[in-house]
């Protein structure tokens, strides 16, 4: 009888309630965007502020928020960690002010509770800028669906502690952080000291790279990619892809092509199933050859074949690659490869199926032939 009291009222199952826990410093710019949407998600909304100066903290009041603060201390682990004692749901949502929601309803969130017994990742594009000044987006998942009393661990690029399986959420959210100024830098200085604690850590070396990477210090980034590719186990862990991947993207800046062309050949069992690895490959060939024609007329056929193979593969969220690697983006360079080679019925063919996925430079491509 005491069982079923704390289980069911009149003789229903209790629904389980599910708390929003952020943090947040300073986010007037997207606080409002995310949780417009959000709290259609959630019971209760937590926001612990680490010290904001702008209206953040009224914004979080307009929502009905349970605001808390935290004195700053570098470690965002600590941050969450204290965040997620606020909350006395029994689920947890765990959401930056710059990811907003754009699939999935509260509905899929309590059928995924009710499923089983695992924590929930969400599916989140990434926007970032090319170097070429191109806005694109990769995928990720995250876990962020967590049961109360899971905590974090790590300075900065924090993860999830937990025993439970990780299994994706029917969640769809977009990410423009990474399209903002001066959170590298900030990132940089944690993870730099991290390291110092950790100086063999794969997986701080790989942030530190990445995070290089992305703020365009490539020479920089160089030698944390190196030493993250000498200690990173070759499978278990979910970063080694894009590792691998990154420090290729990073030697075709640096144009250090003997190097990359080494660890193409030698990714090439582990990484086949990789529409990204591919596309990348295509990438290093066509570059490699612009450089030098004469050392390098001998790859010219891989060009082809790298973006061939990417379409072959198609989209593979779980992948959590760039999205288009699998489809618009590997046609349109196939395109690319046929306009140059003189074959224009070819060309237009991959120019139409990458337009026909909405891809801006395709459309262009087609209208200076035609």
Not at 4 to 27: A, D, F, H, Q, S
Not at 75 to 82: I, K, V
Not at 141 to 166: A, C, D, M, N, S
Not at 235 to 261: A, D, H, I, P, W
Request: hydrophobic content about 35%; proline content about 3%; glycine content about 8%.
């Amino acid at each position: 009888m005491l069982e079923c009291m704390k289980t069911c009222y009149g003789g229903l199952p209790m629904k389980k309630r599910i708390g929003l826990v952020m943090i947040v410093r300073n986010e007037s710019r997207s606080l409002e965007r995310c949780l417009s949407q959000a709290e259609k998600l959630v019971d209760e909304i937590y926001i612990t502020d680490t010290g904001s100066e702008d209206d953040t903290i009224e914004i979080a009041r307009r929502h009905h928020a349970q605001i808390s603060e935290f004195n700053w201390c570098n470690d965002f682990s600590a941050a969450r960690n204290y965040a997620l004692e606020q909350s006395d749901c029994d689920w947890n949502l765990i959401l930056d002010a710059d990811e907003y929601l754009v699939a999935g309803t509260k509905k899929d969130l309590l059928n995924f509770i009710e499923s089983g017994d695992h924590a929930g990742a969400i599916e989140r594009h990434d926007s970032y800028k090319e170097s070429t000044g191109e806005i694109s987006q990769s995928c990720v998942f995250t876990t962020r669906l967590v049961p109360r009393g899971t905590f974090y661990e790590g300075k900065v690029h924090e993860q999830i502690v937990t025993k439970l399986p990780i299994r994706p959420l029917p969640l769809i959210f977009e990410h423009d952080g990474y399209l903002q100024e001066g959170k590298g830098q900030r990132n940089l200085e944690i993870l730099l000291e991290e390291l110092e604690e950790k100086p063999e850590d794969p997986y701080t070396l790989y942030q530190i790279a990445r995070t290089l990477w992305l703020m365009k210090e490539y020479a920089q980034a160089d030698g944390y990619f190196e030493r993250f590719y000498q200690l990173v186990p070759e499978s278990g862990t979910g970063y080694r892809v894009s590792g691998v991947l990154s420090y290729l993207y990073n030697l075709l800046e640096l144009k250090m092509y003997e190097r990359g062309f080494g660890i193409i050949e030698n990714e090439k069992r582990r990484l086949d199933a990789y529409a990204d690895y591919h596309f990348a490959c295509g990438t290093f060939y066509t570059q490699g050859i612009f450089s030098d024609v004469q050392r390098y007329i001998g790859l010219l056929p891989e060009i082809e074949h790298s973006y061939r193979r990417c379409l072959e593969i198609g989209e593979v969220p779980e992948h959590e690659g760039v999205l288009g690697n699998g489809s618009f983006k590997a046609a349109y360079n196939l395109g690319v490869w046929f306009e140059v080679n003189g074959k224009t019925q070819e060309a237009v063919y991959y120019y139409r199926m990458s337009a026909d996925k909405g891809y801006q430079p395709a459309k262009e491509r087609i209208q200076k032939i035609l």
